[in-house]
């Protein structure tokens, strides 16, 4: 089995922001796709991409909001990442355009975003979007709504697209949103996508104001295959309380059994990668915090500290009490 596609836990919060802001019961509607509330608060961990489809779906399905996908996009991108935090950097629209498709593997790892130039228009293009007619309407928009706020940052706050293609066969569900009154809207394309005016590439960006530190850009495209995907979703459920192989299974909507075999053929053992995980988190308590051993086995979901005591010494080869003294030792140092 290939790299399972993921995508950042942060985007599906902006779905559950909009839950919440319109009074749905966000909870139970996580818990439908297998993503707690706990979850979501590892904004940097990753997820199945289908998992996020699916909920995006729910969302729309329960609101009745057919633009969800709209609004999520729309989540300010300064403010809901280190990603979008970045792109404010950049000294033209073009270069954070540019940019935002050299990093978008790192939120996205099967991303495919790209600019390009066709006739008089330049467009930003946001990659095909696979699913069923009902995720690829939410997607797009989530894209296309993520593209918007990119433009706007450089054209303004009532700027329009020239045009817009969707992947979607129809555009009936856009005839009522402002943002795209008048504009020519192309549905049954290969995949999402804006355009504009050759002319805005040259703007520069109405840069972040006092206090607002710049950051280190990093577009590094990292090599996943199936034990890095496995691992990150693992990763997640832990840090979620829903570390068993059923709440695994679950997500990637598969059996245990399946999910068994295909571990074993990437001689890959479900409990080894929880473990590992748990001592990942360990060790850094072990150094950022004063808690007890047993305080720290308990909060990395260990029933017992004796075995959270045996896990971490197979994993790393000290006990968890011998790892923290070297780490205050090297400190002192």
Known sequence: MDAIPLVRVRYADSFAEQLNRL?????????QVNLSEEALTFRDGFMPVSQLWRLTTLAARYTGLWEMGLHAGLTPLAEHSQFGHNLLFAPTLYQAMTMFCAMAPSELTNAQFRVERRGALAWF???????????IRQVELYRVGMIVQVIQWAAGD???????QLQS???AHLQNLELFEDVPVRPGCSEPA???SLSLLKLPLNQPGDGVETADVLVARPEWDFKRSITEIVTTHVRGRQGT??????TLDMSVRTLQR?????????????DQTRVESAKALLQESELPIGAIAAEVGYSEPTHFSRAFKR????????????LRTASWA
Do not use: K
């Open 158 to 164: 009532q700027w329009q697209p020239s045009e817009l």
């Open 262 to 274: 295909r571990l074993s053929e990437h001689g890959l053992v479900f409990s080894e990668l929880v």
């Open 194 to 196: 804006v355009g504009m």
């Open 125 to 135: 293009c946001g990659g095909p979007v696979e699913g069923s007619e009902e995720e």
């Open 245 to 250: 192989i059923r709440d695994v299974a679950r």
């Open 169 to 171: 066969p129809d555009a």
């Open 315 to 326: 994993i790393t080869g000290n006990s968890p009490g011998a790892y923290r003294r070297q």
């Open 23 to 31: 009074g749905a019961p966000t909870e139970r509607l996580l818990n």
